[in-house]
């Protein structure tokens, strides 16, 4: 199964926030935390990306896909 990881900043991550909001029932979110989201990668998720992209008015958003999300997205070892 593949991913598609998504990491905003500045107003690209309130884009980002409100976009899941509107759309996060239709979509299979595998991780989701304040600036980054990781879906399973469907037409759903890329059809959401494209609409983050619309919305961003400024900030930064990153946009990937990868195979193994745990190597990006992890939690912090104390």
């Known amino acids: 199964?593949?991913?598609v990881v998504l990491i905003a900043e500045?107003?690209?991550s309130q884009a980002l926030h409100a976009t899941w909001?509107?759309?996060s029932e239709r979509l299979r979110t595998h991780t989701r935390s304040?600036?980054?989201l990781v879906l399973y990668d469907t037409n759903l998720?890329?059809?959401f990306v494209r609409d983050?992209?619309?919305r961003v008015d400024g900030g930064?958003?990153?946009v990937f896909r990868c195979d193994e999300p745990?190597?990006?997205v992890g939690e912090e070892s104390s």
Do not use: Q, T
């Open 45 to 47: 998720a890329r059809e």
């Open 60 to 62: 930064r958003l990153v």
């Open 1 to 3: 199964m593949a991913y």
């Open 34 to 36: 304040p600036g980054a």
């Open 10 to 12: 500045g107003d690209a």
């Open 70 to 72: 745990h190597e990006i």
């Open 52 to 54: 983050v992209k619309n």
């Open 21 to 23: 909001h509107a759309k």
